[in-house]
């Protein structure tokens, strides 16, 4: 059937008339869509789309800084960014995601799983608030008081040492800014693995039990492949949002551990002051991440008809 | 007679062990009680059903075979095993579920191939199963299917598949054909016949289906509140129904409550109307005079005719009050001189076919009702 057959709903009569009234027509057709999509359009338009392509202009401007003029363009900045020490900053933002990433999942799913599957049903919603809670708090607030579980007289060294331990350097490691990512985004995590886990058909698990397959193996071959998508989506939101956070970097990894999103910072609000390339770097991030998350649209899903 | 040639259609040997056995399992989900104290024992090779309203437990009695649920009390035996605290996945039944319960992330081979995996099974001889299962239900050109691509009815058979392939020593089906339409089902009721007859496992079927029921059993349990109230075969359950319930539920009935009047020889029931009903003594499961009961008769078994017919048991003068022309056969409803309604069902032949308003006289022999326990 064609297109027109499909949506063409009006009475005969009125489809005789002039084309005046065809157009008249066609237009109140889109008022409807427009009602509904304008608004947040006209928002993605203005701060989303306006902005990346001004970023996009100025990261083809060599070294530009504050106040300016625009003389003449090319890809200095982008070349700028395959100097090896910026490679390994960009290395070290991946390392530091994925790791955030894996870590939120082997943390999150067995809460997640333990919410959605066993705790009783009634304590679910109270209990997923409480998971969820240091959400609602400042994330400047909650990395600060990682710095004073960590910090050289901190509350874990001030145990080692009451208990006759030498003190440990726990500040300004990978390990603290996995630590204070890890708490940061777990919620997220764990939201959408409860979510994928709710839906979870049990009778599924009774098929594999019946057929031989043991708790053990029937979590592997049914319940991870069955919430796939869902781990997916938990691991790119994480793995997004922890690629552009500065803040745990910044307080709990130190000097060292300098990361993209921190180096984009610098150039703009820090030291540093260079436009251009502080352009260049946010275009690559936005670059990685759109690529993510295509490939996870186009092969996270590879049922035909899909399943959620 | 119709009932003797169903005895020896059921494939059993007498002194051979049961494939399932249940003694006096009973199953209490938070204080209601699903299954009270059941006993049962499914000779092997045999078809067996399952049957009765939806709430009466069947369904749980299925899940205590298979192990999803383990009994509050009593023992199950599987192959003379006393499986009551080996887990569902140890056991070596194999069950179709209602929903299908297919796995959708994987293909119709996959799901097939699933327990063959599991229980480490070689290559070759995995994809020789497979594929014999998959012809054996006539899907093998669907294996790279996933299974929303597929229909119901498809789904149901690659469930099928998924089952029978491991071999398994009881295939419990948990009211498999529900979800398909009439035509479908009644297809698929017939493959599931061929299928039990050439594989020789033990089927234990879950229905509330009477007719499936009857059609494809050897034996059939009726459930009733956690109970069992019969175990027979379909023509026992049918011709000789030991409870009202029983009698009503398989098929249709008329139901006539009174009191039993005479002991020995000439049995007889008085109802409450004043009829006064001959039963014959094997039909009787009374022994006490004076004892509350209900007389069972089948519509079929009832002779309409204008005039008395003379030297039969039971014979009432009525009147036709409906009749619905049904094709085959003409259904009436007669009511008597006392005011009892009774149901007729007659094959569809000129002379029975009486005009409503119409006087007419009730038959039926002794031997053709049942006293039943109130």
């Known amino acids: ?308 | 007679m119709f009932q003797t040639a169903s005895s020896t259609h059921a494939p059993a040997q007498e002194q051979a062990i049961s494939d399932v056995e249940l003694r006096q399992v009973s199953k209490i989900f938070d204080g209601e009680v699903a299954v009270r104290g059941v006993d049962l024992s499914i000779r092997p090779g045999e078809f067996f059903s399952i049957l009765g309203p939806s709430g009466c437990g069947k369904t749980t009695t299925l899940r205590l075979i298979s192990g999803f649920e383990v009994p509050s009390a009593g023992d199950v035996l599987i192959q003379g095993q006393n499986v009551k605290r080996t887990p569902a996945y140890r056991r070596p039944v194999n069950t179709v579920f209602q929903s299908y319960a297919l796995f959708n992330h994987m293909t119709v081979w996959d799901n097939v191939a699933f327990g063959l995996k599991i229980q480490g099974c070689n290559r070759q001889h995995l994809q020789k199963r497979v594929k014999e299962a998959l012809q054996r239900v006539k899907m093998e050109t669907f294996a790279q299917r996933y299974p929303t691509q597929l229909s119901g009815g498809q789904q149901q058979r690659v469930a099928l598949a998924r089952a029978l392939v491991n071999r398994p020593a009881v295939m419990l089906l948990d009211e498999p054909l529900g979800a398909l339409d009439l035509k479908l089902r009644k297809q698929m009721q017939i493959e599931l016949s061929t299928l039990h007859r050439a594989l020789g496992i033990t089927f234990v079927l879950v229905t509330h289906d009477q007719e499936e029921a009857l059609s494809l059993s050897n034996r059939i349990a009726v459930m009733r509140d956690g109970y069992i109230e019969q175990i027979g075969s379909p023509s026992e359950i049918y011709e000789r129904p030991n409870t009202a319930f029983v009698a009503n539920f398989i098929g249709d009935t008329n139901l006539l409550s009174g009191q039993v009047e005479a002991l020995g020889e000439s049995m007889r029931v008085k109802t409450a109307s004043g009829l006064q009903i001959s039963v014959d003594s094997n039909q009787m499961q009374l022994p006490n005079r004076y004892q509350a009961t209900s007389v069972s008769v089948r519509p079929e078994k009832i002779h309409l005719s204008s005039q008395r017919r003379p030297g039969v048991d039971n014979c009432f003068e009525g009147r036709v009050k409906h009749m619905m022309y049904l094709g085959t056969h003409v259904h009436c409803v007669v009511e008597l001189t006392t005011g009892d309604c009774l149901t007729v069902l007659q094959s569809n032949q000129p002379q029975h076919r009486p005009d409503a308003q119409m006087p007419v006289y009730v038959s039926w022999s002794a031997e053709d009702c049942r006293a039943l326990a109130a």
């Open chain 1, 1 to 308: 059937m064609s297109r027109s057959a499909v949506t063409d709903s009006r009475p005969q009569s009125q489809q005789v008339k002039g084309s005046g009234s065809l157009l008249r027509w066609r237009l109140t057709r889109l008022i409807g869509p427009s009602v509904l999509l304008g608004p947040a359009g006209l928002w993605l338009l203005l701060l989303l789309v306006v902005p990346v392509l001004l970023i996009l202009r100025i990261s083809l401007v060599p070294g530009l800084r504050p106040e300016q003029a625009i003389t003449n363009y090319g890809l200095d900045n982008y070349l700028q960014i395959l100097q090896p020490t910026y490679l390994r900053v960009l290395l070290r933002s991946v390392t530091f995601a994925s790791g955030t990433t894996a870590l939120c999942l082997v943390v999150g799913f067995p809460v997640a799983y333990w919410l959605a599957l066993i705790a009783p049903k009634r304590w679910r919603n109270l209990l997923l608030v409480v998971f969820i809670l240091p959400l609602w708090t400042s994330s400047l607030l909650r990395t600060y008081a990682w710095i004073t579980l960590l910090r050289t007289s901190g509350v874990i060294n001030l145990v080692l040492s009451s208990l006759g331990l030498p003190e440990q350097n726990l500040m300004n490691t990978t390990g603290a800014v996995l630590v204070g990512m890890t708490y940061s985004f777990l919620p997220y995590m764990v939201l959408i693995l409860y979510a994928s886990l709710e839906k979870l058909d049990l009778r599924l698990l009774e098929a594999a039990a019946d057929l031989g397959a043991s708790p053990n193996v029937a979590f592997w071959k049914v319940t991870v492949p069955q919430t796939l998508p869902g781990i997916a989506a938990g691991g790119l939101l994480v793995f997004v949002t922890s690629l552009g956070d500065f803040v745990v970097p910044t307080l709990l990894g130190g000097p060292s551990s300098m990361t993209i999103s921190r180096l984009i910072y610098n150039q703009f609000l820090g030291v540093s002051r260079n436009w251009g390339f502080g352009s260049a770097l946010s275009i690559v991030l936005i670059s990685a991440v759109s690529i993510a998350i295509a490939l996870l649209l186009k092969y996270g899903d590879r049922n035909p008809d899909g399943f959620s």
